[in-house]
């Protein structure tokens, strides 16, 4: 009879040493899965970082955009009130002109005419 338990006891000390193993290796485990988990978290944290980045650029892109298209306006306004100032110019210009080309033919036609009319006294 002695002999039954003697034989438990080395089958219940193979099982202790392999239940053993498997928590040793159980650590391994573990020990790896958390770098692991620690580079996921890592990883994680970069794609959002990522993310966030694609995103503000995204928004500084339209804001350069839309100051592209209102600069361009403002070229354009800019182009069409220098064309207006120049027409009122060379239309002020005109004037004046006209003004000094009739003052001039009204003090010729008046010496032509004081000519002519001296003349035939």
Not at 22 to 30: A, E, K, T
Not at 97 to 102: D, F, P
Request: hydrophobic share 40%.
């Amino acid at each position: 009879m002695q002999q039954q338990p003697q034989d438990q006891i080395s089958g219940l000390l193979f099982r202790l040493d392999s239940v053993e193993k498997d928590i040793v290796s159980l650590r391994q485990q573990l020990s790896l899965y958390e770098p692991v988990r620690e580079n996921d978290l890592k990883l994680q944290s970069i794609k959002d970082t990522t993310l966030r980045i694609e995103s503000e650029l995204g928004k500084v892109k339209e804001r350069i955009e839309s100051l592209n298209t209102k600069m361009v306006v403002q070229e354009q306004e800019s182009a069409r009130r220098d064309a207006a100032q120049r027409e009122a110019n060379d239309k002020l210009q005109i004037k004046v002109l006209w003004g000094i080309v009739s003052t001039v033919v009204a003090i010729g036609t008046a010496v032509l005419i004081g000519y002519i009319t001296h003349f035939f006294h």
